[in-house]
């Protein structure tokens, strides 16, 4: 009862309307914030960056999700992307399923090796990278007008959009 409020951090795969309402309602009331991690705007890149999940699931359960965060109780609700070589061309479109969820945030991140990739590996993921075979396509996708949406944090990608997005985080 003291907590002012509880974030979860979720794929959403499970967060469905019957296991909303399993959780007593003292716990949905305190349920204040979200990040959903995604990692595609396809089916065919969720698949592969999300095994074992299944994108029609997801996209049924933002929809659950968007109205808790319309009538409450969210009050903010993010989902992420790790940006990689197989999902950077999707960067686009995961802004507007974000803005289409009526979410509060989308961010971005770079790919980082917590040991989950061999090097060659994470050489061959990591489009952030100057010198990555696709890193100009990357440069080139974030001049679309989707990311200048204050909705949009570029994270620790903000640099190669150029000054004005670093500046906004």
């Not at 507007?96 to 590996?121: I, P």
């Not at 989707?146 to 944090?153: E, I």
Request: contains cysteine; glycine residues 8%; positive net charge.
């Amino acid at each position: 009862p003291e907590l002012p409020g509880i974030h979860l951090h979720t794929n959403a795969q499970l967060w469905t309307p019957a296991m909303w309402a399993s959780l007593p309602e003292p716990v949905r009331a305190g349920i204040k914030s979200a990040e959903i991690s995604i990692d595609a705007a396809t089916a065919a890149t969720y698949a592969v960056n999300r095994r074992g999940g299944g994108f029609e699931r997801l996209l049924e359960n933002l929809g659950f999700i968007r109205t808790l965060r319309a009538d409450g109780p969210l009050r903010w609700v993010c989902i992420s992307m790790v940006v990689q070589d197989n999902n950077f061309e999707e960067m686009p479109d995961f802004v507007r399923l974000g803005k289409r969820c009526g979410f509060d945030r989308v961010y971005f991140s770079q790919l980082v090796n917590w040991g989950t990739f061999s090097d060659k590996e994470f050489r061959a993921r990591a489009v952030h990278v100057p010198g990555h075979p696709r890193h100009d396509r990357l440069v080139e996708t974030l001049k679309d007008p989707a990311f200048a949406d204050p909705a949009v944090l570029l994270g620790n990608l903000s640099g190669l959009r150029g000054p004005a997005a670093a500046a906004r985080g």
